[in-house]
Each structure stands twice: as structure tokens, then as C-alpha cells.
């Protein structure tokens, strides 16, 4: 039997306090909101209690944060995605965010187990003034477990609707994708942070946004598998590729925290579930 599973976040500023509230249908919620840089940003955790997704399974979420809004979004752990009898398991995000809203969507890896037939969707709306800093990391297979990505296939749709799209396939039986130099040169884990606005970045914050996650870059062990681009005037993104999830979720820790410092002026404050 499939599950489907649904989760609404709203977020409001009451009081310089920016406060979540949610509904929820089905096996998905998140956990007491928490403050550990005070009020003004609220840090929540999205609890998905199966701990997978099977053909036929949907988990629908969207997020809303109102003006002047600020709110963390992350993962107790990994999205799996399990061997499929024939039905796709579907993970659908949506994110829109009012003018003068910041939100981080942060979720921990998903994962591709051998047989799976998955897609991942993230959907952004943002209005003049807002901005997202978030990530995507993907890991095909349990490679340290000797379970590597042999069947199935996944697929990947990230967009801001007349801005920025990004889609993309990966299927077991393509080896000249994921064997060749010029495609994942098999590597097991693929990933990208971004950095996106509902206004035009002037050219002076854009080309900070790329120096500092230039020099992050420069000198981590990942360098000459990664690489930051802008695409346009509204996005600025970093992709990884990586043997191993590990090493790529390090060094997306290391640009977050550096574009947190350099473009938002907020230290950077890592969710405790992530020391658990």
C-alpha cells in the first residue's frame, strides 16, 4: 500500500518573532521549532517517521514564509528512495517566499537504493526582495556498504519558474553517464548548493557570492571535482561531485556558513540534530 503524505509550513513574524505554524496529512510533520540564534530565526526539523519512499509513495511539502520571515529548514537523516516494484515514489517541494523573507532549505541527502524509480522536485517562488539559501545532495547506492546503484532510475527537477531550471535523469544501465570523465566518473554522490533571489543580485554582491565560494573551493580536497557558476542574475550555485556523500556534505557546510557570514551578515549556526 502507498503512502501519501503531506506538510504545510507557514511562517510569520509576531512580535520580531518569526513563529511556524503547520498541517499535516499522513507520516510527515516537524519537530518543536527552536531558537538558537535568538528569535528573529526559527530552526525546524521535517520528520518523515517511515524513513523511505517505495513506488507509488508521495511526499508533498510546501513551505510559506511571510515578510521579514526567517526560517531554517533541515533533516533528522537521508530520504531514501527504495527498490520499486513499477511505481514511481515522488518527493514534490515547493517553496515561496514574500518579499523580505530568508529561508534555508537544508535537507540531508537522499538516497538512491538500487532498484528505486524516484523523483526529487523543488519548486521556488520568490518575490522581489527574498532569498533562499539551500542545497541538494544525492547519493547513488550504499557504495561502503557494497550496495551499489545497479537498477532503477532517478530523476531530478529543481526550478524557479522563468528563471532557473535544472532537470536531469540518471539511470543504472547508463554507464557512459556514470562511468565516463565526462559524466559522474563514478563518482557515487552528486551535489549543489544555491544561492537564489527574487531580485537581481547587483553585480558587486554576485561576484562576492562566487569569490567566497571560490575560495572555499580552492582549498578543500574536492577542488578539482567542483565548481561555482551564476547562471543568471538571480542565482549563484556551487556542484560537487564526490566518491562518498561525507566529503561533498563537508564542503556544502563550508560555503553555507561562508555565504551566510559574507552575504547575510549572520553567523553561522549549525542545527543540533546534525551533532546527533
Sequence with gaps: ?????SLQ????????????????????RILQSLYPEGDAICHNVLVHPPGGLVGGDTLDIALTAASGTHALVTTPGATRFYKSLGDTALQNTRIRLESGARLEWLPLEAICYTGCLAENRLQLDLAPGAELLGWDVTALGLPTAGQPF???SFRQHI????????RGRIDASDQRLLTSPLGLAGNQCLASIFFCTGSALER?????????ARQVLDEHALRNTAGATSPNDHVVV????????????????????????????VQHESPRIWAT
Design 1 to 5: 500500500m502507498a503512502w501519501k503524505a
Design 9 to 28: 509550513i507557514d511562517y510569520s513574524l509576531q512580535a520580531g518573532r518569526t513563529v511556524a505554524r503547520y498541517l499535516h496529512n499522513g507520516p510527515l
Design 150 to 152: 545497479e537498477r532503477g
Design 159 to 166: 526550478e524557479m519558474p522563468g528563471i532557473w531550471l535544472e
Design 204 to 212: 558587486k554582491r554576485r561576484g562576492q557570492a562566487l569569490d567566497c
Design 238 to 265: 556551487v556542484r560537487v561531485l564526490a566518491p562518498l556523500v561525507e566529503p561533498a556534505m563537508h564542503l556544502l557546510r563550508e560555503v553555507w556558513a561562508t555565504w551566510r557570514r559574507e552575504l547575510w551578515r
